[in-house]
């Protein structure tokens, strides 16, 4: 069975310090892996993703992250937070088919 | 337009009331998902579309009625809520095929909805 776990419901970072959310994910197969965020009040877009290809994966905005697979773990990083990445985070695993699961979401506060 | 259009963005209704939420997607592609996304819980998959045919049902209530006239358009019929249906509902989509499951999904903004 497959699951996505974020370790951190709420994540405070001050501004220009680096971002470490966390992802762990169990998966029968090889999954796919994704990284979407959502600003209050609008959908998801899509950050980055992991499929199998390298392991360090670049999205957008200055975001990447790292599919361990020994760890059974995919965080996303960001060097500099800025204020306009306060926004919730959510961790996605998909396997065959159409089984996608969303993690629960981590929200990112950045302090001025 | 571009991406994954949703309206009405907001909708009040009473417990009787019937109303539809309507997604289109801009973005040639073959599958559909609404979502629930309720505060303080995970975003829960309702229904998926592929090719127009309805491929997963995530055990939603009869009260919720989806609709995929053809893969670019997608309807949520609501009848006889109840006040904890109130949430965002979100449609999305994306392109898939039989040999691969990595399907990215674009999203609507969602539609905000309140049942009183």
């Known amino acids: 069975a497959q699951s996505v776990t974020q370790l951190d419901s709420h994540v405070s970072v001050s501004e220009g310090t680096p971002v470490l959310l966390r992802c762990n994910y169990s998966?029968?197969?090889?999954?796919?892996l994704f990284w979407y965020v959502q600003h209050p009040n609008k959908g998801l877009q899509l950050l980055l993703k992991y499929t199998s290809a390298a392991t360090l994966v670049k999205g957008i905005n200055g975001f990447e992250a790292e599919f361990k697979k020994s760890e059974t773990s995919f965080h996303l990083t960001k060097p500099s937070a800025h204020m306009s990445d306060a926004a919730e985070y959510f961790c996605?695993?998909?396997?065959?088919?159409?089984?996608?699961?969303f993690g629960a979401g981590t929200r990112l506060f950045v302090k001025a | 337009e571009t991406g994954v259009t949703q309206t009405p963005r907001h909708l009040v209704m009473g417990m009787t009331n019937k109303k539809s939420l309507k997604c289109e997607q801009h973005?040639?592609?073959?599958?559909m998902y609404w979502y629930k996304q309720s505060a303080k819980k995970p975003l829960e998959l309702m229904f998926v579309y592929n090719f127009k045919e309805q491929t997963e049902n995530n055990s939603v209530p009869s009260r919720f009625s989806p609709e995929c006239p053809n893969s670019s358009h997608l309807f949520l019929h609501l009848h006889t809520l109840q006040p904890e249906d109130s949430a965002l509902y979100l449609c999305a989509s994306s392109q898939v095929s039989r040999d691969t499951y990595r399907n990215e999904q674009f999203f609507g903004p969602g539609t905000r909805l309140t049942v009183l």
């Open positions: 973005l040639g592609h073959n599958a």
């Open positions: 996605v695993v998909s396997e065959v088919g159409f089984k996608t699961i």
């Open positions: 998966s029968s197969y090889s999954p796919s």
